[in-house]
């Protein structure tokens, strides 16, 4: 998602941020949007958070005030707790557990009989276990960080109002999975791999080279590199086009 220019708030010791707008008028008093919601931002990647955060955040304009952000799964669950937000937009690969461990601490909040806590997934990846995982944990919406900074203010205000959220076509990987009865097969060769090496193993699959790859999921060429020696390693393979094969095979790519 490109951002645009604007003002964001301060970190505080807590981890905590925000931003508000005000008028130009002659009264000056703050102006309070139609619409209002405090989100926290969950990413472990700080350029993609001040992204997000001057794409959405200027809350005179859009109604969204960035309450907090957070890199890992402890942090996320200590700010999420402290700042109480409507919505969290949280990444599914965190350092600590990934989001699922998030959605999984901060389940009382999503519980809650007044003002819950609700997530949606923000993710770059669109894998259907990824979609899965966080929406059996309790994320209300799954969208990929190709959404536009509008069609993300919008899907976050749908979220707080209880809607479910999906980005064009991850809807049906839910609907598949609840519609069956049955418990998906158990892969254990994708279980020998980190969540980052599964990323990294679809986009190797889809033809893109090691920068394209560093530059989607904001690494270095280097942990490319060392992701896809792991990958191949684990799985036996001895080059990319026996990997290609092996997650045509299993429909991952």
Known sequence: MTGTSGTSGTSGPSGTSGTSGTTGGTSGEEEVPARH???????????????????????????VEVVGEAADVDHAVTVITAT????????????????????????????????????LALSVSDAAEDVIGVIRGGARGYVTKT??????????????????????????????????????????????????????????????????????????VKTVESHVSAVLRKLQLSNRHELTRWATARRLV
């Open 37 to 63: 919601v405090r989100v926290v931002l969950v990413d472990d990647h700080r350029m993609f958070r001040t992204g997000v955060q001057a794409e959405i955040g200027q809350t005179a304009t859009t109604g």
């Open 84 to 119: 109480r937000p409507e919505v969290v937009l949280l990444d599914v690969h965190l350092p600590g557990g990934g989001g699922v461990e998030v959605l999984r601490r901060c389940a009382p909040l999503m519980a809650a009989a007044e003002d819950p806590v609700r997530f």
């Open 147 to 220: 959404i536009t900074g509008t069609d993300l203010v919008d899907s976050v205000f749908r979220v707080q109002d209880g809607d479910a959220v999906f980005s064009p076509r991850l809807a049906g990987f839910v609907l598949d999975a609840f519609a069956s009865t049955d418990a998906p097969p158990v892969d254990e060769d994708m279980d020998r791999l980190t969540q980052r090496e599964r990323e990294v193993l679809r986009l190797i699959a889809r033809g893109y080279a090691y920068k394209e790859i560093a530059k989607q999921l904001f690494i270095s």
